[in-house]
Each structure stands twice: as structure tokens, then as C-alpha cells.
């Protein structure tokens, strides 16, 4: 039995739904049917958005043979045999299109066995990803290709499309059935057609029950691809908002993750890491709020130590800010890295031994304590080749601000600028 999502497949851009960017009249598919020119591209968008349609349209309406491979299924005897096929169709004068679904699943020898048939012009090649190209495929790829993005499928574009898969199943929904089921297909067209057929099978009269919905939308997650691009795009935003002072926004993505389903000790895991980076000296508590919360949870689990999570996202996000600590760390970490061997100063050097005394280590040096404030302000800290350094400088933020004046009143005496 034909699926819906096949039976109601575009034939044309016209019928496409959603992605006019893309679509519409002057744009890129639109000029390249015109033109009846096809150039190599990758398409990526989140899963339903259109990626396999829009291939098959671009190749019929230029009238390319297309090839189609799956790089989940596929290996290097599947693309040497895919080649041969398009020799074959030069030899009697047609245009080869070769549509790689999951193209981000080849390794870089694989993408590599593409490289010299798209020189030669044998193939255009047309891939589909849902993770980013930028780090999914070989710079030599994208270097011959378009990158087209595809957006997830709008309400009111769903809508359309749902009306079209009722009429096919010749199903009746109310209007709140009807906004539930495009609220659980999420932007994916595939998952709404899908939803619908499995409906149709629960109806024995043309008509649907509140129950039934509830029974088929149940467990459905929000579009959340565990360690690829909208996996890091949450945890961005999370970060950024706690960043931004926005308790409220890091509430939210915070529990769209969990929903999804991410581990909630990855989340107090980076929250433990936006103690350091984005609150740091401003306010050390946070570090041992984030601390607490990561063990609470792991003797609690989830549900319960989900809320000690949202304490600590809330604590932190209602922090002062200082990232003072990461910017210092960064610029002595740069210098450790760049500046070589350079030598510890020989006052800063134990001596346990009378050979190392007399041979001068330790010599020189201060003891803090014995001097003013229990500080010896004369004393130097770095290798002599590079003198006296300033990366850390505090701000004008919670603790901060007594810790940036203390440290001005000792690098004056120090004379250190």
C-alpha cells in the first residue's frame, strides 16, 4: 500500500509546501528549472521539510536521470556501480543527477569518490543532511557545491497540508484535533501525513475520537537529534540566556531538552562549566550551587532532581556576570602554550638541598609574610625574558568589585600596568 506522505508528493515547485525561499518565482530552484541547468548542491534541513521531494523535482523538471543512494545502506561498491550508470547515460547523451540521502553518513573517502566525476561533469551530485555540512562533509565537497537550507514547515503550510491528507483518508477532525496534530508533527510533513494514516486506521466512521489523537501523539518528542546540530543549537541557547541574565528563557531551554530526552547530567555538567566561564569570581558560590544540584539529582533521578537543575539554571542566570576568570585563563593558556621553555626565576625555586642553594636557587626570595601586608611587592612572579604580565582584571561585578580593588592597590605598589 502506497504511504500518504507518497501519495501526496509535489510533483512540481508549485505544490511544494513551505520553502519559498527556495521555490518561489526568481529563486534558486526556480532559475535553475528555467535554465534547465542543474548545478551540484547539498540540501539540508530538519527531517520532513522536503529535502527527498525537491531533488526529484529538480531532476524532472530538467528531465535528469537521476541516481539515488542512500548513504546509510550504501557503500563504495554502490557509488563505483552508481558511476558506472552514469557513464552509461553520457554515452547516449542524458544528464546524471545523484541524489545521496544522509550524506553526512559517508566517511571522507566515500564523499572523496564523488570529487573527480563532479570535475569531469559526469554527475551532479545533490546530497541531503540534516547535520550541519560545515562539519558533516569534506571542505572539498562543499567547495564544489551549493549549501540550500531548508526550514521546518510552517503552521499555517501544515495546516494546508493536513487538510489535503484528510481528504485523501476521508477523515473529519475538529478544530482542536487539528491543532494538535500540527503541534505534534512539529515542522515535519512526514510526520503529520504519518499521524494522519495511523488515524485513519483507529476510524471506522470517517470520524475521530479526542482519545484517539491523545493515544497517537502520546510520546512524540520535540525534534531533538542527541549530539548533532539542533542537540547543540539548545544547549547554545541555555548558555546564552543564563549569560544574558534571562532565568526565564533558561528555564525553557533547559526543559526542552529534557523533554526530548537529554541526559540531565549533560545539562548540570555545562552548568557546572557556565559557573566558571560566565559567573567565575563574581560570585564563587555558584560553582558549589552547580555542585550540589549535579549530586542532589544523582541521588534523586529524574523527575524529581530535574527542579534542583532549574535552581541552578535560575541561580546562575541570576548571577552577577564576570567572565574575567575564562578571558585570563585564555591569555596566560596562549603564552604558556607560545612562549616556550622560558625558565622559573631562580628566588622562585625550592632549595632542599645545599648543592642547590650554592648553586643559587632560591636565592633572593621573600617571604610574604614577613612584610608589609604579607606581601613582598618587589617580588616577581614570571620568568624574567617576559616580564610582569596582567590577564586577569576583574569587573565592576559582585565580588569582583572588592577583588579589582585590592589587586589595583597591590599591582600599583608593584608598579605593574
Known amino acids: ?53 525537491l531533488a526529484k523535482i529538480l531532476c524532472q523538471q530538467t528531465k535528469s536521470q537521476q541516481i539515488n543512494l542512500s548513504a546509510i545502506l550504501s557503500g563504495v561498491a554502490d557509488i563505483r556501480h552508481a558511476i558506472k550508470q552514469a557513464q552509461e547515460n553520457r554515452n ?37 543532511t540534516t547535520e550541519n555540512p560545515s562539519f558533516a562533509l569534506n571542505n572539498a565537497l562543499l567547495s564544489r557545491s551549493r549549501v540550500y537550507i531548508l526550514k521546518s514547515i510552517a503552521a499555517k503550510d501544515l495546516s494546508s497540508l493536513l487538510s489535503k491528507g484528510l481528504q485523501v483518508v476521508e477523515l473529519k477532525i475538529s478544530e482542536s ?50 549530539k ?13 540566556c543564563v549569560r544574558s541574565s534571562n532565568p526565564d528563557a533558561a528555564l525553557y531551554w533547559m526543559n526542552r531538552m529534557l523533554v526530548a530526552g537529554c541526559d540531565p547530567q549533560y545539562i548540570a555538567r555545562r552548568l557546572l562549566r557556565m ?14 550551587v552547580c555542585l550540589d544540584a549535579w549530586e542532589t539529582w544523582r541521588r534523586l533521578g529524574s523527575p524529581e532532581g530535574d527542579l534542583v537543575l532549574a535552581q541552578a539554571a535560575t541561580y546562575l542566570a541570576s548571577c552577577p556576570k564576570s567572565n574575567a576568570v575564562y578571558k585570563a585563563h585564555n591569555l596566560s593558556l596562549a603564552d604558556a602554550k607560545n612562549l616556550g621553555s622560558l ?7 625550592n632549595a632542599p638541598t645545599q648543592l642547590m642553594k650554592d648553586s643559587g636557587y632560591n636565592k633572593g626570595y621573600q617571604y610574604d609574610h614577613d612584610n608589609e601586608d604579607s606581601i613582598a611587592y618587589a617580588q616577581k612572579g614570571f620568568p624574567d625574558s617576559i616580564g610582569e604580565k596582567i590577564y586577569y582584571q576583574p569587573k565592576q561585578a559582585g565580588l569582583e568589585i572588592k577583588i579589582a580593588s585590592k589587586l589595583n592597590l597591590i599591582r600599583e605598589k608593584r608598579d605593574v600596568n
Do not use: C
Open 275 to 288: 559557573a566558571s566561564e560566565e559567573v567565575g569570581n563574581a560570585d564563587p558560590r555558584a560553582i558549589t
Open 177 to 226: 484535533q487539528h491543532n494538535q496534530l500540527i503541534h505534534a508533527a512539529d515542522g515535519d510533513a512526514r510526520r503529520l501525513l504519518n499521524l494522519v494514516e495511523i488515524l485513519a486506521d483507529y476510524s471506522t466512521d470517517g470520524r475521530v475520537k479526542d482519545e484517539d489523537v491523545s493515544l497517537i501523539i502520546s510520546g512524540l518528542v520535540s525534534r531533538f537529534d542527541n
Open 228 to 240: 548533532g546540530d539542533v542537540f547543540y543549537e539548545q544547549i547554545s541557547a541555555l548558555h546564552k
Open 92 to 128: 547516449i547523451g542524458l544528464v546524471t543527477v545523484l541524489f545521496v540521502d544522509e550524506i553526512h553518513r559517508f566517511n571522507k573517502s566515500q564523499q572523496d569518490a564523488f570529487l573527480p566525476h563532479m570535475e569531469n561533469g559526469l554527475i551532479t551530485l545533490i546530497g541531503a
Open 1 to 53: 500500500m502506497q504511504p500518504l506522505a507518497d501519495k501526496l508528493r509535489p510533483q512540481s515547485l508549485n505544490d511544494v509546501v513551505g520553502q519559498q525561499h527556495l521555490t518561489a518565482k526568481n529563486r534558486p530552484f526556480d532559475k535553475a528549472i528555467n535554465k534547465n541547468h542543474l548545478h551540484s548542491m547539498i540540501l539540508w534541513g530538519p527531517p520532513g521539510t522536503g529535502k527527498t521531494t
Open 343 to 349: 625558565e622559573v626565576p631562580m628566588h622562585l625555586r
